[in-house]
């Protein structure tokens, strides 16, 4: 089966309206003589808190890249650290997408001072309140068999549990509508999620940005770190969070695409609805993003309100048509800004790619072939 497949990205803000396309990636390479930055990060180190700062970019990224550093900078003070860091990120940093994240910031601060929140108990991290006691026990374990514990793996690299507690799926929604009447009756245009969907918000825009950057690191990462490692799980440091909307009147389904993240959270949060099946079709590179799809990597699955699936970006999906009622789902994209920069120097992504991973396989059984028939033609035997 032979699948043309459309990169889901985000909408780039055009001002007065703004828009959002994560907490700003920065492009990461090593710089001549001073500042460079190590190959393999220090796994032992304990980055600093980059919270509260008044940054261009993700507080999550600079304690990502501080890993990174030269040993002689990790004993100095989280200042010079910084100084370091940041004079790295603009080096490389092309000054359009720094005006780009400065008018976003811009955007997200006018709305956030005249929006008036519904539920203010959404804004920070509740963990027991917002999660289901078995995904708490897991993420508290932080253990791989406590992870399967709760975990089904339909297809290989596709997990689901359960995640959501019913009433924080019930505040959140409504806590969307209210922003939603607000857009309506203030006449406030703005940037819908990515380039496919035509109905939801961006919750980073209207204050949740905190909460969700809490989500990714503190129980996303834990996970991904275990099972999403050769896709950059262990240092994501950005994040693009959204809901979709789809049913009457909304969007209908969602074409056959991939995500412009590394790792991808999609959560059901209601509400009544039929159909909308999300398929997976196997994990693709760039280069064989639209290659044939094997009967191993076929799966549909049926949305559950509360109930994660959690993915690589590029994991290969769609979601067919809602046929009735009215369903909304929270995206959390998580994105890793070091595995972006190794990733521009790889020809071979057999690690996670199904397709390269066929590619080398048929290449091993080539030369064996070949080698056991150069070893028969010595022997003077004939070859099979």
């Excluded at 929140?117 to 959404?122: D, S, V």
């Excluded at 969007?251 to 059901?268: A, K």
């Excluded at 590029?314 to 009215?326: I, M, N, V």
Aim: one cysteine or more; glycine letters at 6%.
């Amino acid at each position: 089966m032979s699948l043309e497949v459309t990169r889901k990205e985000n909408q780039q803000p055009t001002p007065p309206t703004g828009g959002h396309n994560g907490n700003g990636m920065a492009v990461l390479q090593s710089m001549a003589t001073t500042h460079r930055l190590r190959l393999n990060p220090n796994t032992e180190h304990k980055p600093e808190s980059y919270e509260g700062l008044h940054l261009e970019f993700s507080p999550l990224l600079f304690s990502s890249l501080e890993r990174y550093l030269p040993p002689p900078m990790l004993s100095l003070s989280r200042d010079s650290k910084l100084h370091y860091m940041r004079d790295i990120i603009l080096r490389y940093s092309p000054e359009g997408e720094r005006t780009r994240v400065h008018k976003q910031r811009e955007y997200r601060q006018k709305i956030i001072s005249h929006y008036q929140p519904l539920h203010r108990e959404l804004y920070a991290m509740h963990a027991s309140n917002f999660f289901a006691p078995s995904f708490l026990k897991a993420i508290n374990e932080n253990k791989e068999e406590s992870f399967r514990s709760i975990m089904a793996e339909p297809t290989q690299g596709v997990f689901t549990f359960e995640m959501l507690q019913p009433h924080f799926c019930e505040l959140l929604l409504s806590e969307v509508e209210n922003f939603e009447k607000w857009v309506h009756e203030t006449k406030f245009r703005i940037m819908r999620p990515n380039t496919m969907n035509k109905f939801g918000a961006v919750l980073d825009d209207f204050g949740l940005e905190t909460m969700l950057g809490k989500l990714m690191e503190d129980f996303i990462r834990p996970i991904s770190r275990v099972f999403f490692s050769d896709v950059g799980g262990s240092t994501l440091d950005s994040h693009h969070g959204f809901v979709v909307e789809y049913g009457i009147n909304r969007d209908v389904e969602l074409g056959f695409h991939v995500d412009d993240s590394e790792v991808t959270l999609n959560v059901c949060l209601g509400k009544q609805f039929s159909g909308g099946d999300l398929f997976f079709r196997g994990v693709r590179c760039d280069k064989h993003v639209n290659t044939e799809t094997q009967s191993d990597e076929i799966l549909d699955y049926s949305h559950v309100p509360g109930r994660a699936v959690l993915h690589r970006g590029r994991h290969r999906h769609g979601a067919r048509a809602t046929t009735s009622g009215h369903r909304v789902n929270l995206l959390l994209w998580c994105r890793s800004s070091v595995f972006r920069e190794l990733r521009k120097y790889q020809k071979d992504f057999s690690s996670w790619c199904g397709e390269c991973q066929r590619e080398k396989k048929e290449r091993q059984r080539v030369s064996i072939a070949a080698t056991k028939q150069e070893l028969l033609k010595r022997e003077g035997k004939p070859a099979s």
